[in-house]
């Protein structure tokens, strides 16, 4: 992230300044983010696989079969018929077709998450593994130095640390956010205030979180850093932490993809690819509002 | 009003729904070739390596597993994969308390061993509540004792060119081929790595292994074979099996268990 270069700003024929473009992304922010999209959809849908194996999630040191805090399984019905059944806590849901069973009409399959969104298709936990294990080893070093580089780079300090005046419009730019009215001129030169939030959660919570539980689901790395199991209640509680984080960036994902389109997919688009950021021009003033500049300055 | 789908439209929305399904399948199936590849495998396999080497790194020779309460243990061990071997020799045995049972230690040693299921519980023992986590994602809390694997070693006399530990065991999986795992030396040196005849306080179920199954509390529960029949010491595991270490990494499981 690097925001506020100013490339040109000439006047055109009728007097009217021409777009303003920043420089908004550095090079490595968009390489990592573009490696990051596909390092997260490999991790997502492999770890879906992997899942697939054991369709249950617990809490705490290991797994109280009968007491799972989710399970997502197939049963068949008293009139024979197999049914998906998505259990959470003590709701059940029905959920065939997608969850516990899924596929083609003719030829349903007994699976937790369907075929489209597992990596691989079939049932195959040792493909699994292997893909998830080698976009985490891509994933994590890559998070790692990105982080290192906000912090150290101070980038951190400059575009995503809330300012004290920003808090205090909290209410209003949230009412903007859900009009979908969107910063333009000048303010769309920083991230506001919501953008700020959202990107902290997801750099320096998530994505730390989903990494370190991850990791404590690896026996050998209980043996070298037993800390971890008390960080996150147990194994079993790190691997539905783990889960919890990855719906968590799905989330984030079809959020950030939304409002990504609504406020001007090219623009936004072009930014992440070649760093350049057109500054969404002022809308036409209307009279009140000038008459308050003019009093303000 | 008219709900009526025109006909050009259903045409265009059959197409539609076909190429979508068309392009997915398409999608999915070159990743299944992909996955497959040679390639891939050995990016896999460099990727293990790597994964082997830092967590290697990082726990030290003698980083213990973590032991739990007796208060943790589980009410029921759960017994995964083969619960009842069919092999008719195991069966004669199993139906005698395996009295007549020996475990076998031999290969690169000084002094091949033949040892009786008394004889073992003779010997030292060690006792320790740990988790066992399956490669499926579970994990399931358990006492077990059992003779320490390194002392057995070290009473056969390991020669120095052996490298490996490979536990051949009495379950064909499924009718299959027989069962069978290795651990390098390090992992078989580790203190809670034990060749276990109890669990829980009791003789080992025939479920869980009976009468002896490997711990390696290091390592995912695939690793921890059980009807051990034979301990044998190699340079390589490459001429066994499918030549990749284990019954599940001849299947495309990693050797390196550790994750």
């Not at chain 2, 711990?215 to 030549?243: C, D, T």
Request: hydrophobic share 40%.
């Amino acid at each position: 992230m690097r925001f506020p270069t100013v490339f040109t700003r000439p006047a055109t024929r009728d007097g009217d300044p021409a777009p303003t473009v920043i420089r908004r992304h550095t090079r490595f922010t968009r390489l990592w983010h573009w490696v990051n999209v596909i390092c997260l959809i490999v991790l997502l849908m492999s770890g879906l696989q992997i899942f697939n194996a054991h369709p249950a999630l617990y809490w705490g040191k290991d797994s109280s079969f009968d007491a799972p805090a989710l399970s997502i399984r197939a049963i068949r019905n008293e009139e024979g018929e197999w049914r998906g059944i998505t259990q959470l806590g003590g709701y059940r849901f029905d959920t065939t077709g997608v969850l516990g069973i899924s596929g083609p009409v003719d030829a349903r399959e007994r699976r937790a998450f369907p075929a489209w969104a597992t990596l691989p298709g079939p049932r195959w936990l040792s493909a699994g593994r292997q893909w998830h294990f080698l976009a985490g080893w891509l994933f994590a070093p890559l998070l790692i130095a990105y982080l290192l580089y906000l912090v150290i780079g101070g980038h951190l300090r400059r575009h995503l640390l809330p300012r004290r005046d920003e808090w205090r419009r909290l209410g209003q730019t949230l009412g903007e956010h859900l009009r979908l009215r969107f910063p333009t001129g000048e303010e769309a030169r920083h991230y506001n205030l919501l953008q700020k939030l959202a990107y902290l959660l997801v750099l320096f919570v998530i994505l730390p979180l989903v990494v370190l539980t991850g990791l404590t689901m690896s026996p050998t790395l209980d043996a070298a850093w037993p800390w971890l199991l008390d960080v996150f209640g147990g194994r079993q509680s790190a691997r539905t932490l783990h889960f919890l984080c990855a719906l968590a960036l799905v989330g984030f994902f079809l959020i950030h993809v939304a409002l990504v389109l609504v406020s001007g997919v090219v623009n936004n688009l072009r930014s992440m690819i070649t760093g350049r950021y057109v500054l969404p021009p002022d809308s036409i003033p209307d009279p009140s509002e000038e008459a308050r500049d003019e009093q303000d300055t | 009003m008219n709900r009526t789908p025109r006909p050009t439209d259903l045409r265009r929305r059959r197409f539609l729904t076909r190429a979508a399904l068309a392009g997915g399948t398409l999608l999915l199936a070159g990743c299944d070739r992909l996955t497959r590849s040679d390639a891939m495998r050995q990016v896999f396999d460099t990727g293990s390596a790597l994964t082997q080497g830092v967590q290697r790194l990082l726990a030290s020779r003698q980083a213990l597993a973590r032991e739990y309460s007796p208060a943790d243990i589980a009410p029921t061990f759960r017994a995964n994969g083969t619960t009842n071997p069919d092999d008719a020799t195991y069966r004669r045995l199993a139906a005698d308390g395996f009295r007549d049972w020996r475990l076998t230690i031999d290969g690169l040693v000084e002094t091949p061993l033949s040892l009786s299921l008394a004889e073992l519980k003779a010997m030292p023992s060690r006792t320790q509540i740990t988790r066992h986590d399956c490669v499926e994602g579970w994990s399931c809390i358990g006492q077990w004792t059992g003779v320490v694997l390194g002392d057995l070693l070290a009473r056969a006399g390991v020669r120095d060119e052996a490298r490996f530990v490979v536990f051949h065991c009495a379950d064909r999986y499924r009718g299959g081929d027989p069962y069978y795992e290795s651990l390098d030396m390090l992992e078989a040196y580790h203190p809670q790595t034990l060749l276990a005849y109890d669990l829980n306080g009791a003789d080992l179920p025939i479920a869980n292994g009976a009468p002896l199954r490997l711990r390696a509390e290091r390592q995912l529960g695939y690793k921890m074979a059980k009807y051990v029949m034979r301990v044998e010491l190699v340079e390589s595991f490459a001429s066994l099996g499918r030549g990749r270490g284990g019954y599940w990494e001849d299947r495309g499981y990693q050797w390196w268990a550790g994750i």
